[in-house]
């Protein structure tokens, strides 16, 4: 093994080896014994003495840890603990101390740094993955800071640890006593972070070492001359704070804690703490304006929460909300300190409840208390401010974070102008009425109050650095880099509005190699694609980063700006400047006015940059590829609507409301089910299938606003109906590239969560024409070039479309892949003017499937009841080839992690049809010729008993006779269970929801959908056949064997 060797892991892994490691060393680790059983670990937590600390060893994320208060508890926590893992840790609880972390790299002469320390805002007792950590620390003395130095230095000395590792500590906050609560050997998730937030690059650093060389040879790879055995010196402060999707799991328990169930984050950097977290806080999430309680309003509202009526009970409830979430934090910690500021809390009784250091709590009401300053003034009397608006910029504070706090003048003194008004990229005059974000960017603008550009070059600007890893700050002097655009501040455009009809794509005019261009070098920049979150991933990363590095190949200079430490898109040598920066309109207009580019690329970072366009393309950005007035007739259900109609492309009946009151009429005429859904969202958040009108009131006046601003969309659910995706590339209306997917699940599951087969298996020829002639038409429609995606809803031959999208999609990657054409690259060719040949693609002639399968989290998600639905769930996904779709299919659900069943399995199948088909298609039979033991609930095990397939009756949990699913499930004997629920909506108190929560607590293999079960029945029979007359099943090639077939046909 190159690198740590293995004994040093082991060492670090195995707890009683590393209490031995600390005891050499001098150093104390946190009271903890190891137990493999329950009575064990009792006996271990009465040793230790309660709270304990429960987690399993040898597992990622803190899986199936959590506090134990009593023994009740213990026992609970191990037995999940114990599915995860052989071994269970019971450590002494350190809840309310500060935890830190120092990443550290050795080499083989033993030349030892620490890169970077970090601390977490949370107090110990939440996870590091779940915590918003700051570096460098904030809130240490120089001594305690060398304290924990050294001994980080002296442990990993110790462990001979090759390479880069972690180590991470305990504070007491009250004594300068500290405890170290473990190593990893290995880079982690928070080297990912430290190396963006110093911009030493530790994973290339550890595989040099790992190769040996020693860091006095390896250059700084920022500096590019001086030697890599330094620790870095930082002259800004970087914020991580990660992103939840909580809110897509009804019946979740969204307490946060000692495991990891963030699917994201993101990273800010500024000049002080203040302008960095409010930076964050908008970063990660769009409804939010900084530090700000109206964020924390909104998550009250979506609990139903009393909280928020008006009178004297609703100030005690609102008190005693809040008391709650500050002591058990939720995602939306951070701004309900901001409403317990605005309540009248004060620093001393926050940090009671949550055990935040002072320093931070004391930081953050400094940015109350501006708040207060501004909210008490009028638009005149902050222009006569300046230095106030100039503090709350330095602060963080964003411009439409002002205006919303900024009240409107009660008279205003009109200064005569000439006839047009002078207009700064999307800044106004202020004109009287309500202060708009705009107002505000042109009142800072003619103060002079502007950002400046720094950068970051790991030795605080001691040396000359040629770096192009960029921030944007109000506090500095200067820029550190030269910039296009940065002479002309104030300068007038007029605002571009969008016409009727849809105009012609932006493409850059094709510059032969050679000719001077007037301009010299041609910038593009490429807006990223956020904080990871379940609907919007790496896919979209990918696609950034194709669509960079195809812009430098051409020749042009590609700019990023995004704002995550997780992606390829933000390593600094990936683009030629890069602007970790929130993407935001403002930040974008600001680095747009500096940079001055040639065009923006918005269509290959997912939905954010999507929603960005339209302000955009108004304050004259040229938006490349598709234009806007397209983007915007596919975003706007109406307009779309319209737009199908006049092409004569079917769609599924639908209608929009403003009142409950039509939408109850609509829903009688058109026939239940229903599928509801509001304009402008991602990843069908807030999308639900309404079966009756009490379902439709509940839903609408809890999940989604109706008014007339935001109508909401109700359309006729189609039952038992395919759904087919298109994915194509267009140019200037041509279709030049496509590829057609289709879903194994029935329409009525979220494109995300569904498993994709492509080429399409199982389409009639009439159906494929069809889906081809439809995406040729809207494609020449809405003059696109660039990437699109059409998803279709077929039933016996009839086409309907459900909705198009004018960016690049989650199955990009996926099919790009298969076919081994990059389709990104084609279209950034297009957007940049280039010729294109469109890639020979011949579905008929491949000879192998590749199968996309959806991964989930249900595991980490406690109490989330894991089913399907319109709304999208999943958090990552795997791909596999096959010579058939069966084949494929098996390889990608255990990849999955899928585990293939062995001898028991149970069946509950609630809609009738889904009995019979599972009976009709044979998947039933052929379970038994197998020679499964098949256990089924009472309904189910009358009906397979009448069609003669031999089951055991099982009793569901909430009956509470035996033999029961929850007991056989719990000792182990089921491998795999098969529950198609009835209904679309579930509540946690279904004996389906039990037994689905049991399958996946219990670690054994849950199919929620009839399609997917049938399918996995059948493809488990097929190898099954294979195997017994002697022939392997599994054909394993490399990618490069699948894919020669479509190099030969280009």
Known sequence: VLGTQI??????????????VADACGEKIAESSCCDSVPDAITAAEKIGYPVLVRAAYALGGLGSGFAYNEEDLKKLVSVALVNSPQVIIDKSLKGWKELEYEVVRDKNDNCITVCNMENFDPMGVH??????????????????????????????????????????????????????????????????????????LAYVAAKLALGHDLVQLRNSVTRCTTACFEPSLDYVVAKVPRWDLQKFSTVDARIGSAMQSVGEVMAIGRTFEETIQKALRMVDEASLGFDPIRYDLELNRRGSVALSQGESASESLEAELKKELANPTPVQMWAIAKAFEHGMDVEEVHELTSIDRWFLSKLHGLHMIKGTMKSMDFNQLRNQPELLKEAKLRGFSDRQIAALVSEPERMEYVASPA????????????????????????????????????????????????????????????????????????????????????????????????????????????????????????????????????????????????????????????????????????????????????????????????????????????????????????????????????????????????????????????????????????????????????????????????????????KYITGAKEVEMDGIGKAGELVNYAIAEHIENAGVHSGDATLLLPAQRLFVETHRRVKSISAKLCKALKISGPFNIQFICKDNEVKVIECNLRASR???????????????????????????????????????????????????????????????????????????????LKGMLAANFKLPAKNIVVSIGPVSAKTEFVSTGAARQLQDMGFSLFATKSTHEYLTKQGITCSLVYKPLIKREPNVLTMLQAGKIDMVIDVPDSMDSDALTDGFKMRRGAIEAGVSLITDIKTAIFAVTAIHKKWVRES???SFWDICSWQEYVEIVERLN
């Not at 004994?7 to 031995?20: G, P």
């Not at 304050?619 to 706007?636: H, M, N, P, W």
């Open 7 to 20: 004994d040093a892991i082991m060492k670090t892994e195995d707890r009683d080896l590393f209490s031995k």
């Open 128 to 201: 590091t993955g779940e915590s918003i950590v700051i570096a460098p620390s904030q809130t240490l003395s120089n001594d305690e800071y060398y304290r924990l130095r050294q001994c980080a230095l002296k442990i990993i000395r110790h462990l001979g640890i090759v390479g880069e590792c972690n180590i991470q500590y305990a504070v007491d906050p009250h004594s300068s006593e500290f405890r170290i609560i473990e190593v990893n050997a290995r880079l982690s998730r928070s080297s990912a972070l430290a190396s963006k937030a110093t911009g030493y690059p």
């Open 420 to 715: 047009l008004l002078p207009v700064d990229y999307g800044s106004l005059r202020y004109t009287g009425g309500p202060v708009s974000e705009a107002h505000i960017r042109h009142l800072r603008k003619k103060l002079g109050i502007v950002p400046v550009v720094k950068q970051i070059d790991t030795l605080a600007a001691e040396y000359p650095a040629e770096t192009n890893y960029l921030y944007l700050t109000y506090s500095g002097e200067e820029h550190d880099v030269d910039l296009a655009g940065s002479e002309k501040q104030c300068s007038d455009v007029k605002v571009t509005d969008l016409t009727p009809a849809i105009p012609e794509p932006l493409t850059l005019k094709f510059q032969a190699q050679g000719s001077d261009s007037e301009e010299g070098e041609s910038r593009i920049i490429v807006l990223g694609c956020g904080p990871y979150r379940i609907g919007s991933s790496v896919e979209f990363d990918w696609c950034s980063v194709s669509c960079v590095r195809t812009l430098r190949t051409v020749g042009h200079k590609a700019i990023v700006i995004n704002c995550n430490p997780e992606t390829v898109s933000t390593d600094f040598d990936e683009s030629d400047r890069l602007y970790f920066e929130e993407l935001s309109h403002e930040r974008v207009m600001d680095i747009s006015e500096l940079e001055n580019p040639r065009g923006v690329v918005i269509s290959v970072g997912g939905q954010t940059p999507n929603n960005l366009a339209l302000g955009l393309h108004r304050c004259g950005i040229r938006i490349l590829g598709t234009s806007v007035e397209a983007i915007d007739a596919c975003e706007d259900r109406n307009k779309f609507s319209k737009l199908c109609d006049s092409l004569r492309v079917d769609q599924p009946e639908w209608s929009q409301f403003a009142t409950l009151e039509e939408a109850r009429r609509f829903c009688k005429t058109a026939g239940y089910p229903v599928l509801v859904r509001p304009s402008y969202v991602l990843s069908g958040a807030a999308m639900r299938v309404v079966t009756n009108d009490d379902d439709l009131d509940l839903f609408l006046k809890t999940a989604a606003v109706v008014s007339r601003d935001h109508p909401v969309v109700i359309s």
């Open 811 to 889: 199955s990009m990657p996926f099919i790009s892949k298969t076919y081994n054409v990059n389709f990104i690259e084609l279209a950034t060719r297009i957007m940049s003017g280039l010729p294109v040949y469109p890639a020979i693609i011949q579905p008929m002639d491949i000879d192998y499937v590749a199968c996309k399968v959806p991964m989930f989290s249900f595991g980490r998600l406690k109490n989330s009841d894991p089913r399907l639905g319109v709304e999208m769930s999943s958090t990552g996904e795997v791909a596999c080839f096959g010579v058939n779709a069966y084949e494929a299919f």
């Open 1029 to 1031: 007359s002697g022939k």
